[in-house]
């Protein structure tokens, strides 16, 4: 069965407007990461945040593991923040990513 | 070198064909793994080396094999491309198969099978 479930699945913002994604996810077992992937095909880890909440620049990662959620929030968006964000854990030792199906943001100018 | 390196960036291959993908890291990684990324889809995880172990995914066990001739470099073989394979393959490492540590991903090899 589905695993990590994101929503919303695309987002189009104005520039300077703020984001919200959700990543909900099936097992206790997090080692939660959030992706970024460039348009041309890259895939960049911008968090890993199994519990609590890290920031880096305009991005906020929160994660409550006993409720088996995550969000990514995008302050102030910029046309470069254009992608597609996917969610993943980790739910055994052997060290699978499970990912969701991703979050495609379209920032205009 | 923090990166993960693949090769080529662009494949193109005639069905029936074989294909043979590379992938490098200098990070002395335990753990090399590769991944199939279609539009609008999840990533999908095909099979992974952890040291010399090779684990594959039980749905695409037959369709891909792998070879790890070293720590450093990884490989994806299909031995006969169908045009299902066309796809983004991304080669991921990670320091260790189960612990906190981040994976690290390569830029993909857009393959696509005509």
New interface residues.
């Given amino acids: 069965g589905q695993q990590?479930q994101q929503s919303p699945a695309s987002l189009v913002l104005q520039e300077g407007e703020n984001a919200e994604l959700q990543c909900n996810f099936s097992s206790t077992a997090t080692?939660l990461?959030w992706?970024y992937q460039h348009p041309?095909?890259?895939?960049?880890?911008l968090f890993?945040n199994?519990s609590g909440t890290k920031h880096t620049g305009r991005l906020t990662s929160t994660t409550v593991t006993n409720e088996r959620r995550s969000s990514l929030h995008i302050s102030s968006s910029q046309t470069t923040d254009s992608g597609t964000y996917?969610c993943a854990f980790?739910g055994?030792?052997?060290?699978?990513?499970h990912?969701?199906?991703?979050t495609q943001l379209i920032v205009i100018p | 070198d923090t990166t993960v390196k693949q090769n080529p960036r662009y494949k193109l291959a005639r069905v029936g064909k074989p294909v043979n993908l590379i992938c490098s890291q200098t990070m002395n990684h335990d753990t090399m793994y590769w991944y199939q990324k279609k539009p609008n889809q999840a990533p999908k995880l095909l099979l992974f080396y952890y040291d010399k172990i090779l684990n594959r995914e039980a749905d695409t066990f037959e369709k891909f094999q792998s070879s790890r001739p070293n720590n450093s470099f990884c490989s994806l073989y299909i031995g006969s491309a169908g045009l299902e394979y066309s796809a983004m393959y991304l080669c991921a490492s990670s320091p260790d198969q189960g612990a906190g540590s981040d994976y690290t991903f390569g830029s993909g090899t857009r393959l696509l099978v005509i």
Avoid: H, K, N, T
């Fill in positions: 990590v080692r990461q992706f041309g095909g890259r895939l960049v880890s890993y199994p996917f980790r055994s030792a052997l060290g699978r990513l990912f969701g199906a991703g």
